[in-house]
């Protein structure tokens, strides 16, 4: 069964920046969309961004627009998701999700529309 794989996240200070990455276990072509999700200490998880499958489109977290930036390689079938001017209300789990093509766009904010997940990297951001 193909996983997803993060990979970049660490502790880091009120300001900094990180690179996400997540890239699945087989090399597959990873054509639909990708999205990321976090989960606070004791918060339910939520939407932070996400990306079709040809990029054309991106959708963001209205905590997040502005500081965040999701990309892929479609050749690498790798996906990222950049993180800038990080502030500890960012710290969480982030997790990277995929999914089918996406008619509308409330589509791409529900995590019940993704079917393959990753396990999850920590990001921690002090003050």
């Known amino acids: 069964q193909v996983q997803l794989v993060e990979s970049g996240g660490g502790l880091v200070q009120a300001g900094d920046s990180l690179r996400l990455s997540c890239a699945p276990s087989v090399r597959i072509s990873t054509r639909g969309t990708m999205a990321w999700f976090r989960r606070a200490p004791g918060q339910e998880r939520e939407f932070v961004a996400a990306?079709?499958?040809?990029?054309?489109?991106?959708y963001y977290a209205d905590s997040v627009k502005g500081r965040f930036a999701i990309a892929r390689d479609n050749a690498k079938t790798t996906t990222y998701l950049q993180l800038n001017s990080l502030r500890p209300e960012d710290t969480a789990v982030y997790y990277c999700?995929?999914?089918?093509?996406?008619?509308?766009?409330?589509?791409?904010?529900?995590?019940?529309?993704?079917?393959?997940w990753g396990q999850g990297t920590q990001v921690t951001v002090s003050s």
């Open positions: 999700a995929s999914g089918g093509r996406f008619a509308s766009r409330r589509a791409y904010y529900s995590s019940g529309n993704y079917d393959t």
């Open positions: 990306i079709s499958g040809s990029a054309a489109d991106t």
